[in-house]
């Protein structure tokens, strides 16, 4: 996603930097509505500055919001032993609840059914974290559970960004507990 050099303290301020104003104005403004201007202006820094650590404001954004898909992705892997089908992860709660403040720029990059960036990056870290998660333990198709989990963790988290699923933060998270417990637990032979 980003463009200038990585490992360079001063590099990761100044992109940590990029990333709060644009959080800060999303809050404040759509996505489509941000400008580069606007946001290095928030940022204080220079619009050639921007463009050497990103190549645009959607590059931004999907970095920006990368740190909701590890939320996401360790929220659901917050357990050890058998998991409780009926009480879902505190992590998993918190994770959901999280989301509102910046519920509309997730609804950006993260379109209906789990598509655009933030799905197609969602996907992946969770499809690879899950299979990853079966094999060590000894269970079946971890590919096809890990690809079955990945998919219907991002379609439904973003049918419920985009309101198509009206749940409460908590209710949310107990809903798609069950129903991602009830995937790993489905026999597959």
């Given at each position: ?91 998993l709660t918190a994770f959901f609840t999280g989301l ?90």
């Open positions: 996603m980003t463009t200038g050099p990585t490992g360079d303290p001063r590099a990761e301020r100044t992109r940590a930097r990029l990333r709060e104003a644009l959080l800060e104005e999303c809050a404040e403004h759509p996505l489509e509505e941000v400008s580069v201007a606007a946001l290095v202006r928030r940022a204080g820094l220079g619009r050639a500055t921007f463009y050497l650590h990103y190549p645009d404001l959607q590059g931004l954004a999907v970095d920006a919001c990368a740190e909701v898909v590890r939320d996401a992705v360790e929220a659901l892997h917050a357990w050890r032993g058998a998991p409780d089908p009926t009480t879902p992860p505190p992590a509102v403040p910046h519920a509309a720029l997730y609804r950006t990059l993260l379109r209906e059914g789990g598509s655009g960036p933030l799905g197609d990056l969602l996907h992946r870290e969770l499809r690879e974290r899950s299979r990853r998660e079966r094999e060590l333990a000894g269970a079946p198709a971890p590919d096809l559970i890990a690809s079955a989990v990945a998919s219907a963790f991002a379609g439904v988290l973003a049918d419920w960004l985009h309101g198509t699923i009206t749940a409460t933060p908590d209710d949310m998270a107990a809903q798609v507990w069950r129903l991602l417990v009830t995937l790993h637990r489905t026999p597959t032979s």
